[in-house]
């Protein structure tokens, strides 16, 4: 792993590409490095000039000093890879290519963006990009980007959300409209198309980074889902909330994300899964990044909150988000609500929500009062406090505020509604985390609050996971089902996962009615019949199941049926358990693209097209995050704690058939339903999937 280090702290920059025009792709680097008080070396690089922007300029890379930290390219991409391939082998510790025109265009960008991977590799640089718009360390001032906004954003001081992104203008809109609102960042991310550092890069280190206290991220796909569990896992340990924006849910959307960052889309409930298992929190829109991130700024874990405005109808409104949305309001002590009686007028609202009423209008100097008593509430570490209008009060009311903010106990956070923008971009001028509707800021807080309890509760990755015994798969013979597909029967199936050391009932295969007699003796009675040749969808559903078989005329008679209505070539013939204490549950594992399994796990049986109690997991398998998700099922109550253990090696089985290489590709495996009694599982039945192969 590269030292990246070297990338977000440099002690000296190479600009590549640079140009005397600063409104040009190589020449808004360098001015924004001078503006924003980059105290490094910079060092331009243009055959063309003798000085950029009243700095010396070298003709080319080979004439600077070796080891520089970090290269900005900004040339068009073949002259790009070029130029990070001579810098690479010059001693660049990091560099940035902020061209496009790589994998995302084609079979001729991939080949060049090959070897930009190639030569970070080999000389183990810190590649960011390439197609990316670069990125912002704010504490050490270090701006490798060329983003435009910069050009007319105020100085940026630093803060504690780091934004990781594959979307460049997302990046640097985020922190454009969450500066506005107050919000100080640490690191500002645009990966680009990743042909080096990639997303999960970034997050780990973030997880050690001592700036960074909450994460927030734009993922439009990764190609290795197990390293971003990895990264998730560090962010876990350290205690730090993540929150991601995942795009590429909809058919349309995955199209998109494959053309803009050349990545793989996964299945949209995999990326779920994974989340749920690492404490991360998923965000639906951009306004919600913005609210959570003015929440984080406020550095406060909000576990008791108090309401104050100069508006009584606006308490109802407001308490009822609070508690919609999870946000804990403290009851005022005696002492507190004493102290309000003292300076509020006899018609002012003392609980909380507090109404002071407009009678700051006459006495500006209530409102410093009104934010010191309530600061003494020892149980308040947050205070919102909304105002309504009064615009021609700013002058006054916003110099109280932003000294109380600096000199009080408690954080607040303002939310001033019926204003202009200047207002607000005023408060965040001088320091304060500003909002127009106050429900947005309590959003912004519900959502914090629950990655800190998702943070600290997920079961996470266990240290080491416990694998199947390698057993050589039977040769399969699949049935074709159209769709490109061909199905492996029941007895095939079970017999694999008998091999793994999986309950399973005792079954025969017969071919005539004479065999499935002898069969069922061997199994005991009562016994189960079923069609396995032809191979039928839903067969229970038409008739190719019979159940409760309990003496030899039964089952033949059962077998001619299915002879006389189905043309059966072969039943499965398997000893039938009771299964009225138990709780029935499917189990399933496909072929993912980005995890390399993922599994489905919920309510079985005759409930088993409830979407609604059934959950997806990703690797590993282990007990603990199988436990996690049988919480989460509505039949939780009647399952066995220790049955997790038997649940997650049926999973591991499951998803070694889908992984073993042997033979035609597996590409789903299910078992409905599992038979869950106590702390003890039986697969009762099992069906499997294949590539269909063609010659």
Known sequence: MPDLDRLFRPRHIAIVGASDNPRRIGGRPLR??????????IHPVNPKYETVQGVACSPDIESLPEGIDLYLICVPA?????????????????????????????????????????AAAAHDVALVGPNSLGYASIAPRTFGTFATMLETLPDLPAGNVALVSQSGGTAFNLLTEAHWAGVRFSHVIATGNEAGLRFADYVEHLAGDDATEVIIGYLEGTVDGERLGRAFEATRRAGKPVFVIKAGASARGSDSVASHTAQISGDDDAFDALFDRYGVVRLRTMDEAVDVARAAGLGTRADGVAVASNSGGAAAYL???????????????????DALTDVLPPFAGVRNPLDFTPQVINDPTLLDKVLSIIDGEERVDLLLLYLGGMEYLAGDLLPTVAAAAQRLRVAIGLAWYGVSDEVRRNAAEAGLVVCGDPVRLLHGVGLLRRGWH???TAPGRPPSVVAPVPVARPAFTPQPVGDGRAAVDEAQVMDALAGFGLTTPRRRVAASADEAVAAAREVGFPCV????????????????VHIGLSGPDEVRSAFDALV??????????????????????????????????????GAGGVDANDARDSFSLVPPYDPESVRHTLSRLRVSARIGRDVADELAAILRGLAALVTDPAGAPVTEVE????????????????????????D
């Not at 078992?671 to 063609?694: H, I, K, Q, S």
């Open 32 to 41: 924004i490095l001078s503006q924003r008080g980059y105290g490094g070396e």
């Open 78 to 118: 073949r002259a790009a890879t070029e130029a990070f391939e001579r810098a690479a082998a010059h001693g660049a510790g990091a560099a940035v290519v902020f061209a496009g025109g790589f994998a995302e265009v084609g079979d001729e960008g991939r080949l060049l963006q090959d070897r930009l991977a190639a």
């Open 319 to 337: 308490s009822d988000a609070a508690e919609r949305l999870g946000v804990p309001l403290v009851d005022f002590s005696a002492h507190t609500t």
């Open 454 to 456: 998702a943070v600290a």
């Open 529 to 544: 019949l079923k069609l396995i040749d032809p191979l039928l969808p839903h067969r229970a559903k038409v008739g190719a």
């Open 564 to 601: 006389r209505e189905h043309g059966a070539r072969q039943v499965l013939i398997a000893e039938q358990l009771p299964v009225r204490d138990g709780v029935e549950l499917i189990a399933g594992v496909v072929a993912d693209p980005v995890f390399g399994t993922r599994a489905l796990l």
């Open 671 to 694: 078992c409905n339903p599992v038979l869950v009694t106590g702390d003890a599982t039986v697969v009762l039945d099992a069906l499997a999937f294949v590539e269909e192969t063609r």
